[in-house]
């Protein structure tokens, strides 16, 4: 099976754009989940997808959102970027009723 | 509140030599646990997981992790490291019921270095 997919690998924005990010999970996942990485806060949550709906949510401003489409896909919005948004977007997807989650290569956002 | 701490931000051994990485964990009820690697500009790849069961558990690579419940643990080790194990290692928590899977809890990783 493909891994987890994401795209664009790279990006560079400034203060104040908007970004969406894109996941393809692994065929079958129902479950798809958001992660930032950064240097200073490692990796934490954002939120997690399940079948369309948004089952749990980290702790991260309203400029974060999310959806996933009815063939699992997710994408992740951040309005309004700052500087501090610049971080690795690390999507995660993961088969119904199961708690192992399976990573892709992450986008790199900065934001200048 | 739920935590996760690796006491060792960087570890340098000898290729060839044995490998631990430590994990303490901080959750109310009974633990998902897991380790993961991520080389350089790389996403994390799942190494081992331990749900329930035998507490030692075997992984991908010749890694294996115990869970000492009484010491809230989940240590990681290899008996002989190679030069493609240089890479940051990260253990991560999660609730048990698979009612939310998606909350992972990570520690803030273990970025080891491979002598020659």
């Known amino acids: 099976k493909a891994g987890v997919t994401q795209t664009p690998r790279y990006l560079i924005k400034t203060r104040g754009q908007q970004v969406t990010l894109s996941c393809s999970p692994i065929s079958g996942h129902r479950s798809v989940s958001w992660y930032q990485q950064t240097p200073g806060q490692g990796l934490q949550f954002l939120f997690e997808y399940f079948s369309e709906t948004q089952r749990n949510k980290g702790n991260f401003p309203g400029r974060f959102s999310g959806r996933q489409f009815s063939n699992s896909r997710s994408e992740m919005n951040v309005s309004t970027l700052e500087l501090g948004d610049s971080a690795l977007y690390l999507c995660a997807s993961g088969p119904a009723h199961t708690d192992t989650q399976y990573f892709g290569p992450g986008t790199r956002l900065t934001v200048l | 509140a739920q935590s996760v701490t690796q006491p060792d931000i960087h570890i340098t051994v000898s290729e060839g030599a044995s490998l631990e990485l430590r994990c303490n964990y901080s959750?109310?009820?009974?633990?998902?646990l897991f380790w993961y690697v991520q080389s350089p500009g790389q996403g994390l790849q799942l190494l081992l997981k331990y749900f329930s069961g035998d507490t030692l558990v075997q992984g991908i690579k010749g890694f294996e992790a115990e869970f000492k419940r009484s010491q809230s643990s989940f240590n990681l080790r290899k008996p002989s490291v190679h030069w493609s194990d240089a890479a940051e290692y990260f253990c991560?928590?999660?609730?048990?019921?698979?009612?939310?899977?998606?909350?992972?809890?990570f520690g803030k990783g273990t970025k080891l270095s491979v002598k020659p």
């Open positions: 991560a928590v999660g609730a048990k019921g698979g009612g939310s899977q998606g909350n992972l809890i």
């Open positions: 959750y109310g009820a009974t633990p998902y």
